[in-house]
Protein backbone atom coordinates (compact mmCIF):
# COMPACT_ATOMS: atom_id res chain seq x y z
CA UNK A 1 0.00 0.00 0.00
CA UNK A 2 0.96 3.51 -0.83
CA UNK A 3 1.12 7.17 0.80
CA UNK A 4 -1.68 8.68 -0.67
CA UNK A 5 -1.77 12.56 -0.33
CA UNK A 6 -5.00 14.20 -1.40
CA UNK A 7 -4.48 17.36 -2.25
CA UNK A 8 -7.20 19.87 -3.44
CA UNK A 9 -6.49 23.38 -4.99
CA UNK A 10 -8.96 25.48 -4.99
CA UNK A 11 -11.57 23.16 -6.10
CA UNK A 12 -9.06 20.88 -8.31
CA UNK A 13 -7.96 17.50 -6.71
CA UNK A 14 -5.00 15.69 -7.90
CA UNK A 15 -3.44 13.00 -6.34
CA UNK A 16 0.57 11.92 -5.65
CA UNK A 17 1.55 8.57 -4.81
CA UNK A 18 4.78 7.80 -2.86
CA UNK A 19 6.74 4.97 -2.79
CA UNK A 20 6.65 4.35 0.65
CA UNK A 21 4.71 1.22 2.33
CA UNK A 22 2.27 1.39 4.92
CA UNK A 23 1.42 -1.28 7.61
CA UNK A 24 -2.77 -1.97 6.70
CA UNK A 25 -4.06 -1.17 9.44
CA UNK A 26 -2.66 2.57 9.44
CA UNK A 27 -4.63 5.18 7.92
CA UNK A 28 -2.43 6.85 4.97
CA UNK A 29 -0.80 10.05 5.70
CA UNK A 30 -2.91 13.38 4.13
CA UNK A 31 -2.18 16.34 3.18
CA UNK A 32 -4.88 18.66 2.08
CA UNK A 33 -4.53 22.02 0.39
CA UNK A 34 -7.71 24.54 -0.24
CA UNK A 35 -7.58 27.73 -1.25
CA UNK A 36 -3.66 28.17 -0.39
CA UNK A 37 -3.75 26.66 3.41
CA UNK A 38 -1.87 23.36 4.22
CA UNK A 39 -1.29 21.28 7.12
CA UNK A 40 2.02 20.98 7.20
CA UNK A 41 3.69 17.02 7.97
CA UNK A 42 5.23 17.11 11.65
CA UNK A 43 8.59 15.59 11.90
CA UNK A 44 11.14 14.70 14.27
CA UNK A 45 14.76 15.18 13.80
CA UNK A 46 16.90 12.98 16.50
CA UNK A 47 19.99 14.59 17.70
CA UNK A 48 22.42 12.97 15.35
CA UNK A 49 25.33 10.77 16.70
CA UNK A 50 28.69 12.91 17.19
CA UNK A 51 31.62 10.42 15.97
CA UNK A 52 35.50 10.82 15.20
CA UNK A 53 36.10 14.48 15.78
CA UNK A 54 32.92 16.16 15.37
CA UNK A 55 31.57 18.13 18.15
CA UNK A 56 27.78 18.73 19.27
CA UNK A 57 28.11 22.56 18.12
CA UNK A 58 28.76 21.28 14.71
CA UNK A 59 26.25 18.30 14.31
CA UNK A 60 23.72 21.39 15.49
CA UNK A 61 24.89 23.42 12.69
CA UNK A 62 24.59 20.67 10.21
CA UNK A 63 20.97 19.57 11.73
CA UNK A 64 19.86 22.99 12.10
CA UNK A 65 20.72 23.41 7.84
CA UNK A 66 18.10 20.05 7.52
CA UNK A 67 15.49 21.33 9.25
CA UNK A 68 15.65 24.96 8.12
CA UNK A 69 15.35 23.23 4.39
CA UNK A 70 12.55 20.82 5.38
CA UNK A 71 10.13 23.53 7.62
CA UNK A 72 11.31 26.59 4.82
CA UNK A 73 9.58 24.13 2.22
CA UNK A 74 6.15 24.63 3.69
CA UNK A 75 5.37 21.07 3.37
CA UNK A 76 6.54 20.26 7.20
CA UNK A 77 6.16 21.17 10.88
CA UNK A 78 9.07 20.60 13.30
CA UNK A 79 8.26 18.85 16.54
CA UNK A 80 10.71 20.65 18.79
CA UNK A 81 13.95 18.86 20.41
CA UNK A 82 11.80 19.93 23.97
CA UNK A 83 9.40 17.52 23.40
CA UNK A 84 11.31 14.32 22.48
CA UNK A 85 10.91 11.85 25.10
CA UNK A 86 13.81 9.52 23.49
CA UNK A 87 17.21 11.40 24.22
CA UNK A 88 19.38 8.45 22.58
CA UNK A 89 22.05 9.94 20.25
CA UNK A 90 23.42 6.37 19.38
CA UNK A 91 22.44 6.00 15.60
CA UNK A 92 22.99 2.45 15.86
CA UNK A 93 20.49 1.86 18.42
CA UNK A 94 16.60 0.47 17.70
CA UNK A 95 14.71 3.44 17.40
CA UNK A 96 11.71 3.29 19.91
CA UNK A 97 8.98 4.00 17.86
CA UNK A 98 6.40 4.51 20.90
CA UNK A 99 8.43 7.21 22.52
CA UNK A 100 8.12 8.91 18.49
CA UNK A 101 4.33 8.22 18.38
CA UNK A 102 3.39 9.86 21.39
CA UNK A 103 4.52 13.58 19.88
CA UNK A 104 2.35 13.00 16.99
CA UNK A 105 5.99 12.35 14.74
CA UNK A 106 4.54 11.10 11.42
CA UNK A 107 8.16 10.86 10.35
CA UNK A 108 11.63 10.24 11.84
CA UNK A 109 14.89 11.49 10.91
CA UNK A 110 17.87 9.68 12.67
CA UNK A 111 21.18 10.47 11.83
CA UNK A 112 25.61 10.74 12.56
CA UNK A 113 28.02 12.96 11.78
CA UNK A 114 31.48 11.71 11.55
CA UNK A 115 34.86 13.64 11.27
CA UNK A 116 38.15 12.07 10.37
CA UNK A 117 40.49 14.62 9.96
CA UNK A 118 38.91 17.06 7.06
CA UNK A 119 36.59 14.38 5.92
CA UNK A 120 33.47 14.38 6.70
CA UNK A 121 30.76 11.23 6.60
CA UNK A 122 26.99 12.08 7.48
CA UNK A 123 24.86 9.35 7.48
CA UNK A 124 20.96 9.15 8.07
CA UNK A 125 17.73 7.20 8.26
CA UNK A 126 14.06 7.99 7.57
CA UNK A 127 11.32 6.43 9.01
CA UNK A 128 7.59 6.20 9.12
CA UNK A 129 7.05 6.04 12.72
CA UNK A 130 3.42 5.06 12.51
CA UNK A 131 4.25 2.15 10.35
CA UNK A 132 7.30 1.39 12.39
CA UNK A 133 9.07 1.21 8.95
CA UNK A 134 12.14 2.69 7.75
CA UNK A 135 10.96 5.10 4.33
CA UNK A 136 13.61 3.71 2.13
CA UNK A 137 17.72 2.43 2.76
CA UNK A 138 19.92 4.71 4.94
CA UNK A 139 22.42 6.67 3.09
CA UNK A 140 25.60 7.97 3.32
CA UNK A 141 27.62 10.64 1.92
CA UNK A 142 31.27 12.11 2.09
CA UNK A 143 32.77 14.88 1.22
CA UNK A 144 35.29 17.78 2.79
CA UNK A 145 34.40 19.40 6.17
CA UNK A 146 33.97 22.75 4.62
CA UNK A 147 30.99 21.23 2.42
CA UNK A 148 29.27 20.09 5.25
CA UNK A 149 26.04 23.05 4.13
CA UNK A 150 25.93 20.95 0.49
CA UNK A 151 25.91 17.00 2.30
CA UNK A 152 23.19 18.97 4.52
CA UNK A 153 21.01 20.17 1.80
CA UNK A 154 21.59 16.86 0.29
CA UNK A 155 20.11 14.65 3.41
CA UNK A 156 17.11 17.48 3.10
CA UNK A 157 16.50 16.72 -0.40
CA UNK A 158 16.33 12.69 0.04
CA UNK A 159 14.07 13.45 2.96
CA UNK A 160 11.86 15.49 0.86
CA UNK A 161 11.92 13.40 -2.23
CA UNK A 162 10.67 10.15 -0.14
CA UNK A 163 8.35 11.88 2.08
CA UNK A 164 6.76 14.01 -1.36
CA UNK A 165 6.89 11.66 -4.48
CA UNK A 166 8.52 15.01 -6.39
CA UNK A 167 12.06 15.56 -6.82
CA UNK A 168 13.68 18.21 -4.85
CA UNK A 169 15.90 21.51 -4.61
CA UNK A 170 17.88 22.40 -1.66
CA UNK A 171 20.96 21.10 -3.04
CA UNK A 172 21.19 24.28 -5.87
CA UNK A 173 22.53 27.59 -6.00
CA UNK A 174 21.04 30.78 -7.43
CA UNK A 175 22.63 34.59 -9.50
CA UNK A 176 21.54 37.44 -8.92
CA UNK A 177 22.10 41.15 -9.02
CA UNK A 178 23.20 42.29 -5.95
CA UNK A 179 22.40 45.86 -5.72
CA UNK A 180 23.16 49.03 -3.36
CA UNK A 181 23.56 52.62 -2.91
CA UNK A 182 20.50 55.23 -3.92
CA UNK A 183 17.76 53.82 -6.24
CA UNK A 184 18.70 56.60 -8.91
CA UNK A 185 22.48 55.43 -8.59
CA UNK A 186 22.29 52.12 -7.56
CA UNK A 187 25.63 49.71 -7.69
CA UNK A 188 24.68 46.05 -9.71
CA UNK A 189 27.01 43.14 -8.97
CA UNK A 190 26.69 39.66 -10.34
CA UNK A 191 26.08 37.40 -7.28
CA UNK A 192 26.19 33.59 -6.31
CA UNK A 193 24.66 32.02 -3.54
CA UNK A 194 23.19 29.13 -2.04
CA UNK A 195 19.25 28.95 -2.50
CA UNK A 196 18.95 30.11 0.80
CA UNK A 197 21.35 32.70 0.89
CA UNK A 198 24.55 31.13 2.09
CA UNK A 199 28.14 31.23 1.01
CA UNK A 200 27.59 34.11 -1.11
CA UNK A 201 30.41 35.50 -3.69
CA UNK A 202 30.37 38.30 -6.28
CA UNK A 203 31.08 37.26 -9.71
CA UNK A 204 31.79 40.92 -10.86
CA UNK A 205 32.46 44.78 -9.31
CA UNK A 206 30.31 47.57 -9.39
CA UNK A 207 31.80 49.46 -11.99
CA UNK A 208 28.85 48.38 -15.01
CA UNK A 209 25.55 47.72 -15.06
CA UNK A 210 24.72 44.17 -15.45
CA UNK A 211 21.37 42.55 -15.47
CA UNK A 212 19.85 39.03 -16.06
CA UNK A 213 21.86 36.33 -15.57
CA UNK A 214 21.02 32.92 -16.17
CA UNK A 215 22.24 29.74 -15.80
CA UNK A 216 23.78 27.13 -18.17
CA UNK A 217 22.21 23.67 -17.73
CA UNK A 218 25.55 21.91 -16.19
CA UNK A 219 25.51 25.26 -13.61
CA UNK A 220 29.18 26.02 -14.68
CA UNK A 221 28.68 29.20 -16.47
CA UNK A 222 26.41 32.11 -16.94
CA UNK A 223 24.87 34.65 -19.27
CA UNK A 224 23.88 37.99 -18.85
CA UNK A 225 23.47 42.11 -20.20
CA UNK A 226 26.07 44.29 -19.26
CA UNK A 227 26.92 47.91 -20.34
CA UNK A 228 30.51 47.36 -20.16
CA UNK A 229 30.78 48.72 -22.93
CA UNK A 230 28.67 51.70 -23.15
CA UNK A 231 25.49 49.40 -24.37
CA UNK A 232 23.54 46.23 -23.26
CA UNK A 233 25.73 43.33 -24.51
CA UNK A 234 25.49 39.45 -23.42
CA UNK A 235 28.48 38.08 -22.08
CA UNK A 236 29.41 34.10 -21.37
CA UNK A 237 30.94 33.61 -17.96
CA UNK A 238 32.39 30.74 -16.09
CA UNK A 239 31.37 31.33 -12.58
CA UNK A 240 34.85 29.34 -11.01
CA UNK A 241 37.03 30.81 -13.16
CA UNK A 242 35.19 34.28 -14.06
CA UNK A 243 36.53 34.07 -17.67
CA UNK A 244 34.09 35.89 -19.48
CA UNK A 245 33.58 36.57 -23.50
CA UNK A 246 31.58 38.39 -25.35
CA UNK A 247 29.01 36.70 -27.30
CA UNK A 248 28.45 39.06 -30.23
CA UNK A 249 29.74 41.99 -31.00
CA UNK A 250 27.71 42.90 -34.51
CA UNK A 251 26.14 46.56 -33.84
CA UNK A 252 23.23 46.82 -31.68
CA UNK A 253 22.04 45.91 -28.87
CA UNK A 254 21.76 42.36 -27.18
CA UNK A 255 19.72 41.30 -23.70
CA UNK A 256 17.51 38.79 -22.24
CA UNK A 257 19.95 35.95 -23.20
CA UNK A 258 18.79 32.35 -21.99
CA UNK A 259 20.53 29.06 -22.73
CA UNK A 260 19.20 26.03 -24.69
CA UNK A 261 18.35 23.01 -22.55
CA UNK A 262 21.72 21.05 -24.00
CA UNK A 263 23.33 24.20 -23.58
CA UNK A 264 24.24 24.51 -27.52
CA UNK A 265 22.32 27.60 -28.25
CA UNK A 266 22.01 30.99 -26.70
CA UNK A 267 18.65 32.90 -26.99
CA UNK A 268 18.23 36.54 -26.69
CA UNK A 269 17.17 40.23 -28.30
CA UNK A 270 18.90 42.13 -30.27
CA UNK A 271 17.85 45.55 -31.11
CA UNK A 272 19.14 46.86 -34.70
CA UNK A 273 17.85 49.95 -36.20
CA UNK A 274 14.95 50.37 -34.01
CA UNK A 275 14.01 46.83 -34.39
CA UNK A 276 13.95 43.88 -31.68
CA UNK A 277 13.81 40.58 -32.95
CA UNK A 278 14.81 36.94 -31.11
CA UNK A 279 17.65 35.36 -32.17
CA UNK A 280 19.75 32.09 -31.60
CA UNK A 281 23.15 32.12 -31.16
CA UNK A 282 25.34 28.40 -31.36
CA UNK A 283 28.17 28.52 -29.01
CA UNK A 284 30.67 26.67 -30.63
CA UNK A 285 30.65 28.45 -33.67
CA UNK A 286 28.81 31.75 -33.04
CA UNK A 287 25.87 31.21 -36.06
CA UNK A 288 23.63 33.28 -35.51
CA UNK A 289 19.72 32.79 -36.57
CA UNK A 290 17.05 35.29 -36.54
CA UNK A 291 13.67 33.91 -35.38
CA UNK A 292 11.13 36.66 -35.34
CA UNK A 293 10.57 39.32 -37.45
CA UNK A 294 8.65 42.73 -37.85
CA UNK A 295 7.93 45.85 -36.31
CA UNK A 296 7.18 44.84 -32.51
CA UNK A 297 9.40 44.27 -29.51
CA UNK A 298 10.26 41.11 -29.17
CA UNK A 299 11.80 39.87 -26.34
CA UNK A 300 12.35 37.27 -22.88
CA UNK A 301 12.74 33.87 -24.37
CA UNK A 302 12.82 30.97 -22.88
CA UNK A 303 12.86 27.20 -24.07
CA UNK A 304 10.86 24.55 -23.58
CA UNK A 305 12.73 21.56 -21.25
CA UNK A 306 12.40 19.74 -24.41
CA UNK A 307 14.35 22.14 -26.34
CA UNK A 308 11.44 22.53 -29.04
CA UNK A 309 9.52 25.68 -28.59
CA UNK A 310 10.26 29.09 -27.04
CA UNK A 311 8.32 30.96 -25.19
CA UNK A 312 8.29 34.83 -25.23
CA UNK A 313 6.69 38.22 -24.77
CA UNK A 314 5.99 40.41 -27.65
CA UNK A 315 3.50 43.76 -27.97
CA UNK A 316 3.01 42.83 -31.53
CA UNK A 317 -0.59 43.13 -30.50
CA UNK A 318 -0.73 46.19 -28.97
CA UNK A 319 0.54 45.15 -25.65
CA UNK A 320 2.32 43.08 -23.74
CA UNK A 321 1.22 39.51 -24.20
CA UNK A 322 3.09 35.91 -23.97
CA UNK A 323 3.43 33.87 -27.02
CA UNK A 324 5.11 30.32 -27.76
CA UNK A 325 7.08 29.28 -31.17
CA UNK A 326 9.00 26.83 -32.65
CA UNK A 327 12.66 26.52 -31.45
CA UNK A 328 13.42 27.38 -35.18
CA UNK A 329 11.17 30.59 -35.45
CA UNK A 330 8.08 30.55 -37.24
CA UNK A 331 4.61 31.63 -36.79
CA UNK A 332 4.06 32.68 -32.94
CA UNK A 333 0.93 31.58 -31.01
CA UNK A 334 -0.80 34.14 -28.75
CA UNK A 335 -1.25 32.24 -25.39
CA UNK A 336 -2.07 35.18 -22.63
CA UNK A 337 -5.72 36.96 -23.38
CA UNK A 338 -6.59 38.25 -19.98
CA UNK A 339 -6.78 42.18 -18.88
CA UNK A 340 -3.40 43.55 -18.05
CA UNK A 341 0.15 43.05 -20.11
CA UNK A 342 2.33 39.98 -19.41
CA UNK A 343 5.95 39.59 -19.40
CA UNK A 344 8.84 37.43 -18.52
CA UNK A 345 7.41 34.20 -19.22
CA UNK A 346 10.13 30.93 -17.89
CA UNK A 347 8.98 27.43 -19.28
CA UNK A 348 8.53 25.52 -15.94
CA UNK A 349 11.20 22.56 -15.49
CA UNK A 350 8.32 20.17 -15.69
CA UNK A 351 7.33 21.22 -18.75
CA UNK A 352 3.84 22.04 -17.75
CA UNK A 353 3.38 25.52 -17.17
CA UNK A 354 4.72 29.37 -17.70
CA UNK A 355 5.28 31.52 -14.67
CA UNK A 356 4.98 35.19 -16.12
CA UNK A 357 4.79 38.62 -14.78
CA UNK A 358 1.33 40.64 -15.42
CA UNK A 359 0.79 44.27 -14.65
CA UNK A 360 -3.24 44.80 -14.21
CA UNK A 361 -4.97 47.68 -12.86
CA UNK A 362 -1.58 49.17 -11.38
CA UNK A 363 -0.70 46.10 -9.97
CA UNK A 364 2.50 43.81 -10.21
CA UNK A 365 1.87 40.50 -10.29
CA UNK A 366 3.69 37.11 -10.62
CA UNK A 367 1.33 34.47 -11.93
CA UNK A 368 1.45 30.78 -13.84
CA UNK A 369 -0.82 29.47 -16.69
CA UNK A 370 -0.79 25.70 -18.43
CA UNK A 371 1.50 26.47 -21.83
CA UNK A 372 -1.48 26.62 -23.93
CA UNK A 373 -2.59 29.86 -21.63
CA UNK A 374 -5.33 27.99 -20.26
CA UNK A 375 -5.58 27.76 -15.80
CA UNK A 376 -4.02 31.15 -15.22
CA UNK A 377 -3.54 31.73 -11.34
CA UNK A 378 -1.93 34.79 -9.96
CA UNK A 379 0.56 33.61 -7.05
CA UNK A 380 1.31 37.44 -6.05
CA UNK A 381 0.42 40.67 -6.00
CA UNK A 382 2.29 43.99 -4.74
CA UNK A 383 3.48 47.60 -5.81
CA UNK A 384 6.23 45.83 -8.24
CA UNK A 385 6.91 41.73 -9.00
CA UNK A 386 9.14 40.57 -11.53
CA UNK A 387 11.30 38.55 -12.71
CA UNK A 388 10.01 35.04 -11.93
CA UNK A 389 12.60 32.04 -11.71
CA UNK A 390 11.69 28.40 -11.01
CA UNK A 391 13.60 25.97 -8.23
CA UNK A 392 14.77 22.50 -10.18
CA UNK A 393 11.87 20.52 -9.41
CA UNK A 394 9.10 23.24 -10.76
CA UNK A 395 7.86 23.31 -7.19
CA UNK A 396 8.96 27.21 -6.00
CA UNK A 397 9.01 30.33 -7.79
CA UNK A 398 11.89 33.07 -6.73
CA UNK A 399 11.13 36.25 -8.26
CA UNK A 400 12.19 40.23 -6.85
CA UNK A 401 9.87 42.47 -5.49
CA UNK A 402 10.27 46.39 -5.33
CA UNK A 403 9.10 48.56 -2.57
CA UNK A 404 7.81 51.96 -3.60
CA UNK A 405 8.93 55.57 -3.50
CA UNK A 406 12.76 57.16 -3.92
CA UNK A 407 13.90 54.88 -1.09
CA UNK A 408 12.45 51.75 -2.68
CA UNK A 409 14.42 48.61 -2.54
CA UNK A 410 14.39 45.37 -4.50
CA UNK A 411 14.36 42.20 -2.69
CA UNK A 412 14.36 38.97 -3.29
CA UNK A 413 11.08 36.68 -2.46
CA UNK A 414 9.96 32.78 -3.16
CA UNK A 415 6.32 31.43 -3.36
CA UNK A 416 5.14 27.93 -3.78
CA UNK A 417 3.80 27.25 -7.02
CA UNK A 418 0.26 27.22 -5.16
CA UNK A 419 0.66 30.50 -4.11
CA UNK A 420 1.20 29.97 -0.28
CA UNK A 421 4.59 29.91 1.92
CA UNK A 422 5.66 33.66 0.32
CA UNK A 423 8.67 34.48 2.33
CA UNK A 424 11.88 36.66 2.02
CA UNK A 425 15.46 35.01 0.47
CA UNK A 426 18.34 36.07 2.75
CA UNK A 427 20.78 38.06 0.24
CA UNK A 428 24.17 39.92 1.15
CA UNK A 429 22.40 43.01 -0.16
CA UNK A 430 19.53 44.02 -2.35
CA UNK A 431 18.80 41.70 -4.90
CA UNK A 432 17.04 41.60 -8.40
CA UNK A 433 16.81 39.04 -11.24
CA UNK A 434 17.54 35.96 -9.45
CA UNK A 435 18.10 32.73 -11.61
CA UNK A 436 17.66 29.27 -10.09
CA UNK A 437 20.30 26.81 -10.60
CA UNK A 438 19.60 22.88 -11.70
CA UNK A 439 20.48 20.47 -9.06
CA UNK A 440 24.19 20.01 -8.41
CA UNK A 441 26.01 16.91 -9.16
Known amino acids: MNYLFKICIVGLTFFLSLNAPLMAETKPLRIKITQGVIKPMPIALAQFSALGDSSPAYVDQ ?24 SANTDFNMPVKFADWRVIN ?31 GEGLQFQASTGNWRRMAHKISDAVYSRLTGETAYFDSKVVYISEQGPKNARKKRLTIMDYDGANSRFLTDDNDIV ?86 IDTAPSYSPD ?46 MIAFTKISQGRFHIGVMRTDGSNERLLTASFLDEGPTWSPNGRVIMFFRETAGTNGVPEIFSVDVTGRNLKRVNTVNHGSDPAWSGLLK
Open 62 to 85: ITSVIMADLVGSGLFREIPKSAHV
Open 307 to 352: GRQIVFESDRGGRQQIYIMSASGGNPKRISFGKGSYGTPVWSPRGD
Open 211 to 296: LAPRFSPNNEEIVYTSYETGVPKVYLMNVDTLNKRLLDDQPGMTFAPRFSPDGRNIVMSLTNRGNTDIYSIVLDTGRKTRLTSGAS
Open 105 to 135: ADALITGSVNIQGDKLILQFRLFDVFAQKPL
